[in-house]
């Protein structure tokens, strides 16, 4: 009986834990990044602020999912399938800080 090696979807490449100590370099740098800008933005409450962080926590989110999920190496139609949801989240969290900022700018 000849055994054979099943594959799931595709092949994670040779150099993965060069990958992922580059994706967590990549997080760390982010995360000192939104630390310096919290603390360096403290006074500020402001639109611009919101969404820098939403944007800086979104980024964060790709590399893990990217590498630390393997959806980097997975077929475009489920990636879609788990990216297009996570969009259309996005733009919901978009318009909750748009409608928080006009409600704020009212009172």
């Known amino acids: 009986m000849e055994h054979t090696e099943h594959l799931e979807h595709t092949d994670s490449p040779a150099d993965m834990k060069k990958q992922i100590w ?6 760390f740098a982010l995360t000192i990044v939104d630390i310096v800008l ?3 933005l ?3 409450h402001s639109m611009l602020k919101n969404t820098l962080f939403v944007f800086l926590g979104v980024l964060k989110a790709f590399y893990i999912v990217g590498v630390f999920m393997h959806m980097k190496f997975e077929r475009k139609a489920l990636a879609s399938i788990i990216i297009l949801p996570f969009m259309l989240v996005l733009v919901l969290i978009l318009l909750v800080l748009i409608e928080g900022g006009y409600t704020f700018d009212l009172r």
């Open 22 to 27: 580059k994706t967590f370099w990549i997080l």
């Open 42 to 44: 403290l006074s500020y």
């Open 38 to 40: 919290y603390f360096a």
